[in-house]
């Protein structure tokens, strides 16, 4: 036996050695591996051997650092599944062996009034799992316990990993805002986050229609639950849609006639944006005043939100198209989602 290696070694408290990582160093860098030397585990932390982690398109805007928050070398990579490979003395929620997911969020105060209701993700203390620290396309990623989420047997680990970004950051704001199954539901955009979207207003019983600039993906929103399609491109048909839904889930990460999206809704109707606009967003007033309409944000929710999120998807079918690359063909996989070409997740495997 070597120091370097861990699990069957000493699972309690100690963990890895060496985590293998990839790595930008800069915008516009390709990534690279690099190994670092780690110390013993922290008491409340856990430590993954990853099996698989989704590409996020976060994951590029962080590695390009357009949001000005970057710290590199950046290890990208927060849709992360893994088996527990050493544990914490103070960690009693979990067990060496178990499959887990981990993902944007990585730790909180804990003692504040938003974690101590189970809002973690509203602490001010949060941290991201791929800002100041490393993120899961490597071999082993830590955190603390409180953000591992137990996986549900029915789900497969590669499905399960564009759940923990793409799947919460859809269904967080469903939960949050209260949609029910006697609503009239939109989504706008059928990608990674469309196409669960659709797919979880669908079986909680909405009459969902999906929004997209072409015809080009009518057949598969039809396929995942939608009932009803719209083409804005060239058409009056989101025109035509005047005071139709209850709620209007935005996944685009664009400028878009506000106005139209607005006049779409019904009277108190939500519309709600989890896709990040290029632009502010500029309202006509009284659009959001007379018929008493909302315009929100959601995003991927806390701990629990994503383990309601899990069990839903294993209990009603919820699965995310995916495209499998082995973690090796990182920069492969990244190329194919920059240029927009995966249906509609790519899965990193180790
Ligand atoms: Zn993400
Ligand atoms: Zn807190």
Redesign the pocket.
């Known amino acids: 036996m070597t120091a370097s290696t861990t699990l069957e070694q000493s699972p309690i408290g100690v963990g890895a050695s060496i985590i293998n990582v990839y790595t930008a160093r800069g915008s516009g860098q390709p990534l690279e591996i690099m190994a670092y030397k780690v110390g013993p585990l922290g008491d409340r932390e856990v430590e993954i051997k990853v099996t698989h982690c989704g590409i996020c398109h976060s994951d590029l805007s962080m590695i390009e650092n357009e949001w000005h928050m970057t710290r590199y070398p950046i290890v990208p990579g927060h849709e992360i599944i893994g088996t527990v490979s050493a544990l914490g003395r103070g960690v009693r929620s979990l067990a060496i062996g178990q499959r887990v997911g981990l993902g944007w969020q990585s730790g ?5 009034e ?2 101590a209701s189970g809002k ?1 993700h509203l ?3 949060e941290e991201w799992t791929i800002v100041g620290r490393n993120g899961g396309w490597a071999d082993f990623v830590r955190a603390d316990a409180r953000f591992m989420v137990p996986i549900p047997n029915g789900i497969a680990s590669a499905d399960a990993a564009p759940l923990m970004c793409a799947g919460t950051t859809v269904f967080s704001p469903l939960a949050h805002y209260g949609v029910v199954s006697s609503m009239r539901a939109a989504v706008v955009g059928m990608g990674g986050l469309g196409h669960l979207a659709v797919q979880f207003l669908a079986k909680m019983g909405c009459e969902v229609t999906a929004i997209s600039s072409t015809h080009s993906k009518e057949e598969e929103a039809r396929q995942l639950g939608a009932s009803r399609f719209i083409a804005t491109k060239n058409s009056d048909e989101l025109q035509r849609a005047a005071r139709s839904f209850d709620f209007v889930l935005v996944t685009v990460s664009a400028d878009i006639p506000w106005q139209d999206y607005l006049g779409a809704l019904r009277p108190e109707g939500t519309l709600c944006l989890v896709g990040i606009p290029e632009s502010d967003l500029k309202v006509p007033p009284f659009d959001i005043i007379l018929p008493e309409r909302r315009v929100v944000g959601g995003r991927a929710g806390s701990p629990g939100d994503a383990a309601r999120m899990l069990h839903f998807a294993a209990q009603h079918g919820v699965r995310p198209m995916i495209e499998r690359f082995k973690m090796s063909d990182l920069n492969t996989a990244l190329a194919r989602v920059r240029e927009g070409k995966v249906r509609y997740r790519a899965v990193l495997e180790n």
């Open positions: 909180s105060c804990g003692g504040c938003w974690c973690e602490c001010a203390q």
